[in-house]
């Protein structure tokens, strides 16, 4: 079955600080994707990626970053930490095989003091 | 651009009883329509899928029809269980996802 996770599981960040979260997918996939979930906006699309090298902003970027340095892995980057990105992150991946189905890892829950 | 409507926020009911999840949608281009499926503390999994118009599906008990000329995917089921308490979301596919707000359903005994 196909595999994302992600790391850390857990983080506890202070505003200003900087919070990198990271995701590993073993499916092969061309496409990942991170997300956000909040009670009431349900899943919301932050960054994507096609491919190593490339990076796309999605609904709403403001305040992140996203970094794909191999077909593998793929980042999301708070350079400044701000309560209001509290939230449970979740990454996913997929591909383009005409059903454009996505397979997510298990989150991660950020917590900004 | 797409969207997603899910009318229910939250819906509870009681076991044995079926189950009907609203999703509309909104959109230009043709398109695969998803049910996700979220238990506490998981992250979401696919539970069925679409894109063929008037065809039904059916998983795990689950099934829906999309309905191209009235923009609508409902989920249901015809016997809730207590395993079916979770976060349902509805979303369609132009090559990234579009969800829905999501249903939170309880299902009691």
């Avoid at chain 1, 092969?28 to 349900?42: E, P, S």
């Avoid at chain 1, 309560?83 to 383009?96: E, K, R």
């Avoid at chain 2, 979770?86 to 009691?108: D, N, P």
């Amino acid at each position: 079955e196909a595999a994302v996770t992600q790391s850390p599981r857990n983080k506890v960040a202070v505003t200003g600080g900087k919070v990198t979260l990271s995701c590993n997918q073993t499916n092969n996939h061309n496409n990942m994707y991170w997300y956000r979930q909040d009670t009431g906006h349900g899943l919301r699309l932050i960054h994507y990626s096609y491919g190593a090298g490339s990076t796309e902003k999605g609904d709403i970027p403001d305040g992140y970053k996203a970094s794909r340095p191999s077909q593998e892995n793929f980042s999301l980057i708070l350079e400044l930490a701000t309560p209001s990105q509290t939230s449970v992150y979740f990454c996913a991946s997929g591909d383009w095989t005409g059903v454009y189905e996505q397979y997510f890892g298990p989150g991660t829950r950020l917590t900004v003091l | 651009g797409d969207s997603v409507t899910q009318t229910e926020g939250l819906v509870t009911l009681t076991e044995g009883l079926p189950v009907m999840l609203n999703c509309t949608y909104q959109t230009a281009y043709s398109t695969f329509l998803f049910w996700y499926v979220q238990h506490l503390n998981e992250a979401p999994k696919l539970l069925l899928k679409s894109s063929t118009d008037n065809k039904r599906t059916e998983h795990q008990g689950f099934h829906a029809t999309l309905h191209k000329s009235s923009s609508s995917f409902h989920l249901q089921k015809s016997s809730a269980q207590l395993s079916d308490s979770a976060l349902y979301y509805c979303a369609l596919s132009r090559g990234k996802l579009t969800f829905g707000e999501g249903t939170q359903v309880t299902v009691i005994s």
